[in-house]
């Protein structure tokens, strides 16, 4: 007995799917934060232990900058492991979601799907986010040092605060560990996405906000309205343009829904 034929998916139907393929990777995204943050916490240990009540010993300055840096070349190892997770996880759940798509795709469509070369993207991705990870704590040294010098001269009042906020680093690169996960996960679903997106012949998209109360006021103007994967929109503002795609800049959560060959 021969099949019956597909129904073709709604564009409300088309929009729902591309919001849970973006989507789903915030399920990596907690599992990579995790895992990041446990760098922050290692960087506020290093601190309190060789700057006790956030002031550094007369002649430990060198010492304590000498440990971040330190800590950070460690890192890279296991940077680049977690990261390759993260990567594997995201691409995983792509590929799940491309293939809930393909119902109304051709055989042939679905074929270069799988076979998009994406290797190369994850490759640069592997090479910037591991970056990124191993500079919280060159960037937590370089704040102590900063902080310390500024100390030497300050008074007694200034100097009490210099020592909290010595004593805080620990929580500005917790929170430096938790901006990169956030914004490098979206950034490697989103391109992930474009990259299959723009193989099988997308030229452009259609942008989504997340649609809840934290939407920027610049993402909002967008909302909706279609652009060419060659030429990103600004998505900041007229006096701080910023240009990228959907789910590509800092803390972005909004998708795009790309437009496919045979709906173009």
Request: glycine content about 6%; proline content about 6%; charged content about 30%.
């Amino acid at each position: 007995m021969p099949d019956k034929p597909k129904k073709p998916l709604s564009a409300r139907q088309k929009r729902i799917l591309a919001r849970e393929r973006f989507f789903k990777s915030r399920k990596a995204e907690k599992q990579f934060q995790r895992a990041l943050q446990g760098v922050g916490n290692q960087v506020g240990k290093l601190i309190d232990g060789l700057a006790p009540g956030g002031k550094v010993p007369k002649g430990k300055l060198g010492t304590l900058m000498k440990s971040l840096r330190e800590y950070a070349k460690l890192l890279e190892p296991w940077a680049r492991s977690v990261t390759q997770r993260m990567h594997v996880d995201v691409e995983r759940r792509d590929a799940s979601s491309w293939m809930q798509l393909s119902r109304e795709m051709g055989a042939e469509l679905q074929r270069e799907i799988r076979e998009a070369p994406t290797a190369a993207l994850m490759r640069s991705l592997m090479s910037t986010q591991v970056e990124l990870i191993t500079s919280i704590p060159r960037e937590a040294a370089e704040r102590v040092h900063k902080l310390t010098t500024e100390a030497i001269s300050a008074t007694a009042g200034r100097a009490d605060q210099v020592a909290k906020d010595i004593l805080r680093s620990g929580q500005v690169s917790t929170g430096r560990a938790k901006l990169i996960a956030r914004t490098e996960t979206s950034r490697t679903a989103a391109l992930l996405m474009e990259s299959r997106s723009r193989y099988v012949g997308s030229t452009h998209y259609i942008w989504h906000t997340s649609e809840d109360s934290d939407v920027r006021r610049e993402h909002r103007r967008l909302n909706g309205k279609t652009f060419s994967w060659s030429s990103p929109p600004n998505a900041g503002t007229s006096t701080a343009p910023m240009y990228y795609h959907p789910g590509c800049g800092p803390n972005c959560r909004c998708y795009a829904e790309p437009i496919l060959p045979d709906t173009v």
